[in-house]
């Protein structure tokens, strides 16, 4: 079992940078592939950005590409998602996702199968 805490969400203006950080309980965390997901209400979760469990690959969203850098810590049981430029558009919940799967893409929920409780992101125009 993997319990996942999200921080570093807040408000922010357009144009500006936010890190988010998510730290992971356990001592296997450097066997998982990482991901960052967000939401919006009414809408599906989406997929934001991930990280081998080597740090080795990182995949990552259209929307986001060269904005957002996903980076991880196996020391520390920490994967974090430096944000900049966000626009309005990025406002959203955004969760931090653990998966038993440590190589490769993934792109998808249920890829996933360990989530955070998520943390508020509000870019003001």
């Known amino acids: 079992q993997v319990q996942l805490v999200e921080s570093g969400g807040g408000l922010v203006q357009a144009g500006g940078s936010l890190r988010l950080s998510c730290v992971a309980s356990?001592?296997?965390?450097?066997?998982?592939?990482m991901g960052w997901f967000r939401q919006t209400p009414g809408k599906e979760r989406e997929f934001v950005a991930r990280?081998?469990?080597?740090?080795?690959?990182?995949y990552y969203a259209d929307s986001v590409k060269g904005r957002f850098t996903i980076s991880r810590d196996n020391a520390k049981n920490a994967v974090n998602l430096q944000m900049n430029s966000l626009k309005p558009e990025d406002t959203a919940v955004y969760y931090c996702?653990?998966?038993?799967?440590?190589?490769?893409?993934?792109?998808?929920?249920?890829?996933?199968?360990?989530w955070g409780q998520g943390t508020q992101v509000t870019v003001s125009s």
């Open positions: 996702a653990a998966d038993r799967t440590p190589y490769g893409s993934g792109y998808y929920v249920y890829d996933y199968n360990y």
């Open positions: 990280i081998t469990w080597s740090g080795g690959s990182t």
């Open positions: 356990g001592r296997t965390f450097s066997s998982y592939a």
